[in-house]
């Protein structure tokens, strides 16, 4: 009787991380609601989905995450739009969030504490990355909900937060100032909300490597000529991986830099 019960154990895993991998192919769909809606002012509620060429309402068989979109060959099956990338991507990346966060955090509170920041830090970065700007209404979201763990189930002192938060938010304001306008005002308060999550000294790892990020982009772009110089590059997507570095790896890249300092 023992012997098959630790047998089944591997599969009581495995089942667990289809269940979460299931989850997160769900919760990437609704994020592509409001990665969609959110920055046009639409009702996340209704009208049900549907086509963004022929505008044909969306039926069961089209709204399977991920499923749907192979199944249909990326296109829709009333007018043969090609459905943009974004959607199976968004998907199969908050999946992957929650197999990343249950891999190091297990089922305990931070993992829900960092499986939701990472995933509003994914629809933060869509949105950055196709309409140039930040939502406000999610920054005071991710803001409110660190506020909420950190007194509730904090990770680290209020002070080293709060410090976070305060020189966070203003190294980016100086480099906004000094640059004149060279770092949007969304960037400025998303770096402020993460300093507050990450707390002293992590904020520096965000906040360094945010930039290593940025600047390798950057000049990939400007080498195949997608960029000329001059031209704005959303911040976002950078601050959010920087910060997901930071959550697993953070610690150890700080005692690196101490180390060789």
């Known amino acids: ?6 047998y089944f154990l591997p599969n009581i895993k495995f089942i667990m991380r289809i269940f979460l991998f299931v989850t997160g192919l769900i919760i990437g769909s ?21 086509c963004c060429y022929c505008n044909n309402k969306l039926q069961v068989p089209d709204l399977f995450p991920l499923i749907s979109f192979l199944l249909l060959r990326g296109r829709c099956r009333y007018c043969g739009g ?7 991507l968004v998907e199969l990346l908050m ?12 089922l305990s509170p931070f993992f829900y504490k960092y499986a939701a920041t990472l995933g509003l830090l994914l629809i933060i970065s869509f949105i950055d990355i196709e309409h140039g700007i930040i ?9 409110v ?41 969304g960037d400025i308060k998303l770096m402020a909300a993460l300093g507050f999550a990450t707390g002293w000294p992590l904020v520096f790892v965000v906040f360094l490597l ?9 000049i990939f772009l400007l080498v195949g000529r997608r960029k000329i110089w001059g031209d704005s590059l959303p911040f976002g997507p950078f601050l959010s991986f920087a910060f997901l570095i930071s959550v697993f790896w953070g610690p ?4 690196w830099y101490l180390f060789y300092l």
């Open 30 to 50: 609704f994020s592509n609601v409001v990665i969609y809606r959110l920055p046009r002012k639409i009702s996340l509620v209704s009208p049900g989905s549907a």
């Open 1 to 6: 009787m023992k012997k098959g019960f630790c």
């Open 210 to 218: 945010a930039f290593l990020l940025g600047s390798v982009v950057g």
């Open 145 to 185: 909900w660190s506020v909420a763990w950190q007194l509730l189930y904090p990770d680290g002192s209020l002070e080293g937060a709060s410090l976070g938060l305060l020189v966070g938010g203003g190294l980016f304001y100086l480099i906004a100032a000094l640059s004149k306008g060279g770092m949007g005002g």
């Open 252 to 255: 150890l890249i700080w005692n």
């Open 95 to 106: 999946a992957l969030l929650l197999l990343l966060c249950h891999a190091y955090f297990g």
């Open 82 to 88: 090609r459905i943009p990338w974004r959607y199976p």
């Open 135 to 143: 939502p406000n209404r999610l920054i005071l979201l991710l803001l």
